[in-house]
């Protein structure tokens, strides 16, 4: 089965400053990468996501690159707030017939210092 | 009510109760997951429902039984469970079968086991 790798496990950065979260993946099939937006106490909400058919993609401070080749994906965040502090979790999946078959990395608590 | 909703929010049970956990989704979705979330572990994929029958089941012990009535409601039905099996329980559904779409979670239900 697939299995998600995710690092660091924690990173605290300062307001304004970048931050990066990669993951690597196992499972050459998987095709969808979604990443999860975690705050305590609350839901995991998708932030974004990239299919195995696109190599980056960009959302205002947000992007996630793709490297199929070396089966792994990183979430950029650049001018980081403290609103940004969360658990952020990467995710891969294949689907065929049936729904998404996540599996998730093991989460980084993003900490932003204002 | 919008979106996944479960209920209870909060459930502390002894290891001889029978309880049941409820998830709702009020999007129009094809497919419901259950996922376990521990302390210091990734969310774990349990169970998937397509078109209500089950498609995936990772190998979680029998204590744990699913129900899908219908597309807009599933159900978690827990006997015997162990101190071990306390964590936060998340729903989540997605419009899907033969796509990757994003998943949307319920705001879970904490379990604890005495």
């Known amino acids: 089965g697939e299995n998600v790798e995710q690092h660091p496990s924690t990173l605290s950065v300062q307001e304004g400053d970048s931050a990066v979260i990669k993951c690597t993946y196992s499972?050459?099939?998987?095709?969808?990468f979604p990443w999860y937006k975690q705050e305590l106490g609350k839901r995991p909400q998708l932030i974004i996501d990239?299919?195995?058919?696109?190599g980056e993609k960009k959302d205002q401070r947000i992007a996630v690159t793709l490297n199929k080749t070396a089966k792994h994906f990183s979430l950029h965040i650049t001018e980081t707030q403290p609103e940004d502090s969360a658990v952020y979790f990467c995710a891969a999946s294949f689907s065929a017939y049936a729904g998404n078959m996540l599996t998730f990395g093991g989460g980084t608590r993003l900490m932003v210092k204002p | 009510e919008t979106g996944v909703t479960q209920t209870p929010r909060h459930l502390v049970m002894g290891m001889t109760n029978k309880k049941s956990l409820k998830c709702e989704q009020h999007?129009?979705?094809?497919?419901m997951y259950w996922y376990k979330q521990s302390a210091k572990k990734p969310l774990e994929l349990m169970f998937v429902?397509?078109?209500?029958?089950?498609?995936e089941n990772n190998s979680v012990p029998s204590r744990f039984s699913p129900e899908c009535p219908n597309s807009s409601h599933l159900f978690l039905h827990l006997h015997t469970l162990q101190p071990e099996d306390s964590a936060l329980y998340l729903c989540?559904?997605?419009?899907?079968?033969?796509?990757?779409?994003?998943?949307?979670f319920g705001q879970g239900t904490r379990l604890t086991v005495v």
């Open positions: 429902y397509s078109l209500e029958e089950r498609v």
């Open positions: 499972d050459s099939a998987s095709n969808y």
């Open positions: 989540a559904s997605s419009q899907t079968v033969g796509a990757n779409t994003e998943a949307f």
């Open positions: 990239i299919r195995s058919n696109v």
């Open positions: 999007l129009g979705h094809n497919a």
